[in-house]
């Protein structure tokens, strides 16, 4: 992802976000979103290593500020430093990894340790 620090999605009103819909496979994700009367948002995870899900209501003020339909790097995270400590393996699956974060209106947010982000 180099030095951009976040991915603004395509210009839609965010009253007609409906739902999201998350595929991961082969270490891959896929995180579409499904807007009224658009065409669905689809973000790429490469390398996925982690990934969690918090609902609304347990979502923490500071992960909705920057990150309100916005894929955004999280800076000094502490799942990232974590995961990285607990990494043994001999040879990673990764080059580097990010940790990621996009939170989805009354959805909730999604947050994943991948390697790149990418607008499909």
């Not at 891959?28 to 609304?56: C, I, K, M, Q």
């Not at 916005?70 to 974590?82: C, I, Y």
């Not at 990764?94 to 959805?107: A, K, M, P, S, W």
């Amino acid at each position: 992802m180099g030095s951009v620090s976040s991915i603004e999605l395509p210009s839609f009103d965010t009253g007609e976000y409906e739902d999201c819909e998350l595929r991961i496979a082969g270490g891959d994700a896929v995180l579409t979103l499904h807007v009224s009367g658009g065409e669905p948002v689809r973000l790429g995870f490469t390398r996925v290593r982690w990934h969690r899900f918090t609902s609304l209501y347990a979502c923490p003020a500071e992960w909705v500020s920057g990150y309100y339909f916005k894929l955004g790097v999280v800076a000094e995270s502490r799942e990232l430093e974590e995961h990285l400590k607990a990494d043994r393996a001999s040879v990673r699956a990764y080059g580097q990894l990010h940790h990621f974060r996009i939170f989805l209106d009354d959805t909730g947010c999604h947050e994943f340790l991948a390697e790149r982000a990418d607008a499909l």
